[in-house]
């Protein structure tokens, strides 16, 4: 049963032009979410969080959006380039007494590519 | 530089041998994490450590084991018993314990390690 859905395996974007990558959730408990970039061979980076108590977060370049009532936030990057060429994951959280230990629930990752 | 080490990053092992790998965090956290990364799929638990001599089941625990003796450190073991172990397996760490919400600025972040990748021959 995933949680935490990722649709698009993949986005190819040009550079400078908008990239929005999407994620649904299917569990109402989740109160926490995060946005992390992963190169190959390598570990993935936080990228953005964003509480269920907020409905957009922004951090330079990237903004998320969270829809409580579908379920559904979304990656904003503008404007896209050649260096965020990576794979997105997505990621969930729940509980009050979450922050000591995060159980924490991926989606299954979006591939983008930026075109230069 | 603080940050979390894992060794090897590459690993080769015959069917039936167990195997372990390392992972070493500077960050004085207290939380630590084990994941595994297959294609397609998302990143899966396997355990995870909330504070020294305390571990527990995550996910997808069956045919591994772990051990966490000091803070730093939390190795995983993967035995004989994991019917699949080619994967990427990655570890992470999170700072705090027992908090009822995050402090200010804290972002409820992993802090992920580079990854080891198993290939079992």
């Known amino acids: 049963d995933q949680q935490v859905k990722q649709n698009s395996p993949s986005l190819s974007v040009q550079e400078g032009r908008i990239s929005i990558l999407n994620c649904d959730y299917t569990?109402?408990?989740?109160?926490?979410f995060l946005w992390y970039k992963k190169y190959p061979a390598e570990g993935p980076t936080f990228l953005i969080s964003?509480?269920?108590?907020?409905d957009k977060n922004e951090d330079g370049r990237f903004t998320v959006f969270l829809n409580k009532s579908a379920k559904h936030l979304s990656l904003h990057i503008v404007p896209s380039q050649p260096g965020d060429s990576a794979v997105y994951f997505c990621?969930?959280?729940?509980?009050?007494?979450?922050?000591?230990?995060?159980?924490?629930?991926f989606g299954t990752g979006t591939k983008l590519q930026v075109i230069p | 530089d603080g940050g979390i080490t894992q060794s090897p990053k590459y690993l080769f092992r015959k069917e039936g041998q167990n195997v372990t790998l390392s992972c070493e965090q500077n960050?004085?956290?207290?939380?630590m994490y084990w994941y595994r990364q297959d294609p397609g799929q998302g990143l899966r638990l396997i355990y995870y450590?909330?504070?020294?001599?305390?571990?527990q089941k995550g996910d997808i625990a069956e045919g591994y084991s772990v051990s966490r003796e000091k803070k730093e450190s939390f190795p995983l073991t993967v035995t004989s018993a994991q019917k699949n172990p080619t994967a990427f397996y990655l570890c992470?760490?999170?700072?705090?314990?027992?908090?009822?919400?995050?402090?200010?600025?804290?972002?409820?972040?992993?802090?992920f390690g580079e990854g080891s990748r198993l290939t079992v021959l």
């Open positions: 992470a760490s999170s700072p705090r314990f027992g908090l009822a919400e995050p402090l200010q600025g804290d972002t409820g972040e992993l802090f």
């Open positions: 569990n109402s408990m989740f109160d926490y």
């Open positions: 960050l004085n956290h207290d939380a």
């Open positions: 990621a969930a959280s729940q509980g009050a007494y979450s922050w000591g230990y995060q159980k924490v629930t």
């Open positions: 964003i509480s269920s108590i907020k």
């Open positions: 450590s909330q504070i020294v001599n305390d571990f």
